[in-house]
């Protein structure tokens, strides 16, 4: 574990190279949804394949560099697309960036995603706060020996998804005229979309969406006591008794058309904090 203490050292001492801010806020902008770091200001772009020990990302959508600036009167640092599970990366790899935002001294942590709608009272386009999440993936990105600098070996996920951020996010939609869902996200590994039974199994476990990112993210924040905000796109219905065929194109078109709704409050969001 002390190799990991080394690589976050060694990524965040080549970021820190790049730029001259200390970033405070960190965004992970999930499928279709990157193109709110366009509106970041006096942005510094980094490419993933040039950031020592990081990965790189694989999926159409997913533009593959960290951005750093202001937004709002704010200084973030946005991953313009994330990692996964499925691409063939450790869970300890796909979580790595969060790691050197960490590092890099960012406590508030904004993870989006676009996902597939379980509940019946959600319809494509609708965007979901998180406020739970359920592990399905089988794997943790925690499992391994155990660095204390990082964070306690058992760490509690009671409130994982920050409870007070909730309502400022609730607080804030309801400002903008935008209405949200909230509910319990179900995170699976993919890459293939779930079968009619495992979407009612996992309805019937208490689940409101569906995705194959975010849960491993949200665990390493929370292991470092990181504030954390949890935005889902629902970018298609994925109804057990009622599935219709599915493709990466019609996700992506989806959040495409939700992106302007989105990024206006995740903006407003990041005004707040």
């Known amino acids: 574990m002390g190799q ?3 690589r976050m050292e060694e990524a965040k001492s ?27 200001q006096d942005a510094v772009r980094i490419a993933y394949e040039s950031i020592p020990h990081f990965p790189v990302s694989t999926v159409e959508g997913h ?17 313009q ?3 996964h599970y499925y691409e063939g990366y450790s869970m300890q790899e796909v979580t790595f960036p969060v790691r050197v935002m960490k590092a890099l001294g960012v406590d508030h942590l904004i993870v989006t995603n676009a996902c597939g709608g379980m509940n019946p009272d959600f319809k494509a386009g609708d965007l979901m706060l998180i406020s739970d999440h359920l592990n399905m993936t089988g794997a943790n ?5 155990n660095e204390p600098a990082l964070g306690p070996r058992f760490p509690d996920m009671s409130r994982a998804y920050t409870p007070e951020l ?15 869902q909230r509910g319990v996200y179900a995170g699976i590994t993919g890459p293939t979309y779930m079968t009619p039974a495992e979407l009612i199994m996992l309805r019937k476990m208490g689940g409101d969406a569906v995705g194959m990112s975010t849960v491993p993210e949200v665990i390493v924040a929370s292991h470092m006591a990181m504030k954390v905000i949890g935005i889902s796109c629902v970018t298609d219905m994925a109804i057990g008794e009622e ?6 194109e019609q996700v992506i078109e989806v959040a495409n058309r939700t992106k302007p709704i989105f990024i206006s409050l995740v903006k407003e ?4 904090l």
């Open 4 to 6: 990991l203490l080394q």
């Open 14 to 40: 080549y970021i820190q190279s790049q730029i001259n801010v200390q970033p405070t806020i960190g965004l992970i902008l999930g499928s279709g949804l990157g193109e709110l770091a366009d509106d970041i």
């Open 63 to 79: 533009a593959g560099q960290l951005v750093t600036g202001r937004l709002h009167n704010q200084t973030v640092i946005a991953m």
């Open 81 to 83: 697309g994330r990692f």
């Open 141 to 145: 990105p925690l499992i391994g020996a």
């Open 166 to 180: 909730l309502e400022l996010v609730a607080e804030t939609a309801q400002s903008l005229g935008i209405q949200v």
């Open 243 to 248: 599935l219709e065929p599915l493709s990466h």
């Open 269 to 272: 969001i990041v005004s707040r």
